[in-house]
């Protein structure tokens, strides 16, 4: 269902109009007026994006200083509105020097007039990628004192660019060296039990590409995902070899990507654009690695001692090591005094953040460290109340391991003028919110 958008409004904090846009008749003029009075005069105006006053339904985001609404009169996609909304923000920064607010748009007003036409067409949202829009709209905007430099790049043909299949790519591109860099990052949210037990566990994981190639390449990734080897093992009439195999879920993946093949073929075929783009998103929630368990112990002593004693085990390989590992070891606030010894790192006590703060720079795979602490609290007349004892949290990343046990099994390169490519592949794993209760 697309969006028939019916008008676009600008407004600053006081509510002013700084820049609107009709694109429908069935819509008044006096919709901003309602917009302040039922919502911005009123205390419901971070509550939820979206109202309904009338017969208008009013989709608003706030960026900066600047409230973007998007009014509708009919039943309409909510996810597509914002998702153009956030679109038109980045079109706009990229002509404006990376910059988005009050000033930006006040001085340039005939440039957004003239993009809100090209990128909204009566209502439905049309092409929003700044390559292609910035091949036929030249005008630059008045880019802030603060942004970098634009780079003067060669301007391809524009229509093969809007009307072609490739959009998102020019032709003529020419490296020297012809290199493909490709991160898989993950990360890891995890809610232990204090007796071990796992509450909730899963990965978040992204694919970032870097592409320096010549010419149009096309582009094929082979990832130890189920459904792919299975589909392999089907079309060679033979089982693949492949070792672990894993279960990606909500998979979603950048434009480029051949979605025809991929339904079919289940391999990921891409033409990819030219430098860092995302090429996928996905979430794991089967046959986590854990990088690290948190063994807690903390025990009350009456009203005014409490000892403390946490091991921490990395359970990667031994060959690895994590880098920037952080535990938060929660205290009571009436924290008066503490004394810790960790066999590795550095602990301190943090009273802004009632915690103990034990901080390891690099810690190798298959190994353990503990932390034992005193800790003196301040006696109170008032009656004691219960300490509810916040989770103890983790941050930390460890470069060459995923948790998910994704991996890169190929990654070729086609182009027709056969030169060789250099691939580079990295993984790397980071704490998202890793807690474990005490």
């Given at each position: 269902m697309p969006v028939a958008a019916s008008a676009i409004y600008f407004l600053n904090l006081r509510g002013d109009v700084l820049i609107n846009r009709l694109?429908?008749?069935?819509?008044?003029?006096?919709?901003?007026?309602?917009?302040r009075l039922h919502i911005m005069q009123t205390k419901e105006l971070g509550t939820c994006p979206v109202r309904q006053i009338g017969g208008c339904s009013f989709f608003y985001m706030r960026i900066s200083n600047v409230y973007i609404v998007v009014v509708v009169s009919s039943n309409a996609n909510v996810a597509c509105a914002?998702?153009?909304?956030?679109?038109?923000?980045?079109?706009?920064k990229s002509y404006f020097g990376g910059a988005f607010d009050e000033d930006a748009i006040r001085n340039n007003f005939v440039l957004?007039?003239?993009?809100?036409?090209?990128?909204?067409?009566f209502g439905y949202p049309q092409n929003l990628s700044p390559e292609i829009l910035k091949l036929y709209i030249t005008q630059e905007g008045?880019?802030?004192?603060?942004?970098?430099?634009?780079?003067?790049?060669?301007?391809?043909?524009?229509?093969?660019?809007?009307?072609?299949?490739?959009?998102?790519?020019?032709?003529?591109?020419?490296?020297?060296?012809?290199?493909?860099?490709?991160?898989?990052?993950?990360?890891?949210?995890?809610?232990?039990?204090?007796?071990?037990s796992v509450l909730r566990c899963d990965v978040t994981g992204k694919i970032l590409m870097k592409?320096?190639?010549?010419?149009?390449?096309?582009?094929?990734?082979?990832?130890?995902?189920?459904?792919?080897?299975?589909?392999e093992s089907e079309i060679k009439s033979r089982p693949t070899k492949s070792g672990?195999?894993?279960?990606?879920?909500?998979?979603?993946?950048?434009?480029?990507?051949?979605?025809?093949?991929?339904?079919?073929?289940?391999?990921?075929?891409?033409?990819?654009?030219?430098?860092?783009f995302e090429l996928m998103k996905y979430r794991i929630t089967e046959g986590v690695n854990l990088p690290f368990r948190v063994l807690p112990t903390i025990k009350e002593l009456g009203r005014t001692r409490m000892e403390v004693n946490v091991k921490v085990k990395s359970v990667f390989g031994a060959k690895m090591f994590a880098l920037g590992v952080v535990i938060k070891i929660p205290v009571p606030k009436q924290t008066a005094k503490t004394s810790m010894q960790v066999t590795s790192g550095r602990a301190k006590y943090n009273a802004s953040m009632d915690c103990l703060l034990w901080k390891i720079r690099k810690f190798p795979g298959q190994t353990e460290s503990t932390l034992s602490a005193e800790v003196e609290l301040i006696s109170t007349i008032a009656e004691k109340k219960s300490w509810t004892r916040p989770p103890i949290q983790m941050e930390f990343q460890v470069p060459m391991f995923t948790a998910s046990g994704l991996r890169v099994r190929f990654?070729?390169?086609?182009?027709k003028s056969g030169y060789n490519t250099v691939e580079w592949v990295r993984y790397i794993t980071k704490a998202g919110s890793y807690e474990i209760r005490c």
């Open positions: 694109y429908r008749d069935d819509v008044g003029g006096n919709m901003v007026d309602a917009f914002f998702k153009f909304v956030v679109e038109a923000v980045n079109l706009f957004i007039y003239e993009l809100l036409d090209e990128i909204m067409d008045v880019r802030s004192p603060f942004s970098s430099k634009p780079t003067d790049k060669p301007v391809p043909n524009a229509t093969l660019q809007v009307t072609g299949a490739v959009g998102w790519r020019r032709e003529g591109l020419v490296y020297k060296k012809n290199e493909v860099f490709l991160d898989i990052v993950e990360s890891v949210n995890l809610l232990m039990s204090s007796k071990g592409c320096f190639l010549s010419g149009m390449p096309d582009l094929k990734l082979g990832l130890n995902d189920k459904i792919g080897l299975e589909k672990k195999t894993i279960e990606l879920d909500d998979v979603t993946f950048h434009q480029c990507v051949n979605l025809t093949r991929f339904n079919s073929e289940k391999t990921v075929s891409f033409v990819p654009p030219d430098g860092e990654l070729k390169v086609w182009e």
